[in-house]
């Protein structure tokens, strides 16, 4: 009876966890003004903040995830062909090794590769990102990322909604995804049920119970 509870406390203190209040996440809070927010977190801002993307950041950074590639990959026409052979999802390795001098000219420029932005939102949350983007000096010192949306905050916010929305899966996908964990862990519910029960009836046949 005892070691039932135990159990069960365990289970619901690992999905707290997980799921919950996920104590591997990142929870260092960054400000951002309330109504900025709010346009970060609407995806109804989403194609604007695309274009903007594309106008302001598109030179460093590609959003792979969504066939938003670097100015200069977007330029060669090895791109199309790999995008028919591919699709939206070019494999890594062949990415990397297709346009090496791309990835080159900018590793030379700003001392690294700026990073594929496709996962950031998932990685840094909102604040962290309109925080650097319109003030990367301040918050990462040292980075060669210019402040290139420096006293826009507002467009800012909409390239944050942007980013969010790439890194979402779409609306039925998660409800799809809801519905498979409900389902695994009622799984192991029943199963685990059964084999308590199948656990007695042995004991019991053994004479132990
Ligand atoms: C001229 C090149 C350039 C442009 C334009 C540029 N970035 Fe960057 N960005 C960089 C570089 C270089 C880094 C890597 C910084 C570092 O690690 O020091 C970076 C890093 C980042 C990061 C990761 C920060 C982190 O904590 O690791 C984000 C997010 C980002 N940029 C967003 C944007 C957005 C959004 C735009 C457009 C509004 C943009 N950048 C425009 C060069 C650029």
Known sequence: MIRGVFFAVLTVVFFYIVWINNIFAPHKKYEMPKEHQKIAMDVKYAKEGKELFIQNCAACHSVRYDGVHLLSVQANPMLKSL????????????????????????????????????????????????????????????????????????????????????????????????????????YFIIMGVLLWLWRGRILKKMGLH
């Open 83 to 186: 995008q028919e052979r591919y699709g939206k999802m070019i494999p890594n390795d062949v990415y990397q090794a297709v346009f090496a001098n791309e990835l080159n000219a900018l590793k030379e420029s700003f001392g690294k590769v700026p990073p594929d932005l496709s996962t950031s939102y998932l990685v840094k949350g909102e604040g962290y990102l309109y925080n650097f983007i319109l003030n990367p000096q301040e918050i990462l010192p040292g980075t060669t990322m210019p402040p290139v949306m420096a006293g826009r905050p507002e467009e800012t916010a909409k390239v944050v909604a942007y980013l969010k929305s790439v890194s979402e899966p779409p609306p039925e996908e998660k409800t799809k995804r809801t519905l498979m964990g409900v389902i695994t862990i009622g």
